[in-house]
Every structure is written in structure tokens, then in C-alpha cells.
């Protein structure tokens, strides 16, 4: 006799069980987290990638020292400077050409001044009498017994040609003093300057021959008056030395 139930009983014999198929990713079984993109799972350690890198371009030395330099009254080392700097920034090769130009730039202009100064001061603040050779001068420099070779008909006179007074010239220095009074207005500084040279030329000997009176008024600062006699013609007279 069978021990089984019935077919009708309400316990029916368990069925055969088999355990559940496990998850596995690639393969492999055992649960977890699929493997990230490349290879790598996440959390774990993150992989190695490199970036590239670029140097940064740094601006030419040499030019930026033209241009401190060319700031400072240095002349030709601003100017030395300034050209090597353009040579070496040439063609992009480095940036800095334009601090190179403007140093090079200043440096032409500094020299161009000392140059200026150089040659004001080997002429000399100005010679009382008969000068032995040519040279220009400042009309503020000028000294009685100074012989012009010529004066400008208008305008203002900055600066004038010397001559030996044995040579031909057109006019001569016969007096050279200040203003009496601080004029207020420039055209009392005219009147009192024409008065004063009328004067000069009045106690000077012409020896009869036509001359005119030039006064020279300075336009600022406190520059003397010069009065000087002038010739139509060039002469080789000496009326003062």
C-alpha cells in the first residue's frame, strides 16, 4: 500500500526545486556592477590620462628692456637695445616687437637731444667782440660787437650766423642791456626796447654810412634786449671792435 496522499488532498508533494541561475556580467558569475566604459570599474582606481601641454610664450627680455631704457634719458642703449629686439621678434618668432620699436624709437630721440645739447654747449654761451671764426648762435647769446652775416627781413630770429668782421656781413651789435621795468603788455616791451636801441645807435660812430636799428625784444623769459645796426648791403665794417 502506498503511502502517497490522494490525489485530491490539499498537500501535494513539494516539486523539485532548482536554485536560481546567478547574474553574471562577461561571463563571469557572481553579482556586482557591470564594468564601466574602457574597461574600468567604477570605483575603483581611475585610470591615467594624459593632457597636453603648451608652453606659454614669454615676451622678449631684450625688449622690454629697450623700452625701459628708452623711458630713461639712456640714448644709444635704448637705441642698441630697440634694434636687437626687433631682430629677435622678427617673424613671431617671440612677442615684444612692438616694446621693441618704441624703445628704439626713444632711444633715437634721446640721442638726437644730447646730440643738440652737445653742440649748444662746445658753441659757447657767447663771445664779446670780433668772433675769430664762423659758427651759429642763439640770438639770446649774442654779444656787442657781434658781426651777422645776415638777418631774416620778418619774423622771429632764433638763431643767426657769426662772421669774422672782416668778412662780409650785414649787420653788427652795438648794444645789448635788459628792460628798465617789467612791460605788461608785449607791445610795451617793443617801445621800450626801440627807445633803448635808438639811443645805442645814436651814441655809436657810423661813419656816414645809412644804417638801419634792429632791435631784437625777447618773446619770453628774461632774455636781454639786442640792438643791432644793420647794412642794406653786406659790408666788411667794423663799427664797434
Do not use: I, K, Y
Request: hydrophobic share 35%; aromatic share 2%.
Amino acid at each position: 500500500m502506498s503511502d502517497a496522499p490522494p490525489p485530491d488532498s490539499p498537500w501535494a508533494a513539494p516539486s523539485e526545486r532548482r536554485p536560481a541561475p546567478s547574474a553574471s556580467w562577461g561571463g563571469t558569475q557572481g553579482h556586482g556592477r557591470p564594468p564601466a566604459p574602457g574597461g574600468t570599474v567604477p570605483g575603483g582606481p581611475a585610470g591615467n590620462r594624459s593632457a597636453g601641454s603648451r608652453e606659454v610664450d614669454r615676451t622678449d627680455p631684450v625688449s622690454v628692456a629697450a623700452l625701459v631704457t628708452g623711458v630713461l634719458p639712456t640714448g644709444p642703449v635704448a637705441a642698441a637695445l630697440g634694434v636687437l629686439g626687433v631682430r629677435r621678434t622678427g617673424r613671431g618668432r617671440r612677442p615684444g616687437r612692438a616694446l621693441a620699436v618704441t624703445g628704439l624709437v626713444l632711444g633715437l630721440a634721446w640721442t638726437g637731444v644730447g646730440v643738440a645739447a652737445g653742440v649748444s654747449l662746445l658753441q659757447g654761451p657767447g663771445v664779446d667782440g670780433d668772433v675769430p671764426d664762423p659758427r651759429g648762435m642763439a640770438s639770446a647769446h649774442l654779444r656787442v660787437g657781434n658781426c651777422v652775416r645776415n638777418l631774416p627781413a620778418h619774423g622771429e630770429v632764433g638763431r643767426v650766423s657769426l662772421v669774422p668782421c672782416a668778412e662780409p656781413h650785414t649787420a653788427q651789435v652795438v648794444h645789448v642791456g635788459a628792460l628798465e621795468r617789467t612791460p605788461e603788455r608785449p607791445e610795451d616791451a617793443q617801445d621800450e626796447g626801440r627807445e633803448l636801441c635808438e639811443e645805442a645807435a645814436a651814441a655809436t660812430d657810423t661813419r656816414g654810412e645809412t644804417v638801419d636799428v634792429v632791435t631784437l625784444v625777447p618773446t619770453s623769459g628774461t632774455a636781454p634786449v639786442v640792438c643791432l645796426l644793420e647794412w642794406p648791403t653786406p659790408v666788411s665794417t667794423d663799427l664797434v671792435n
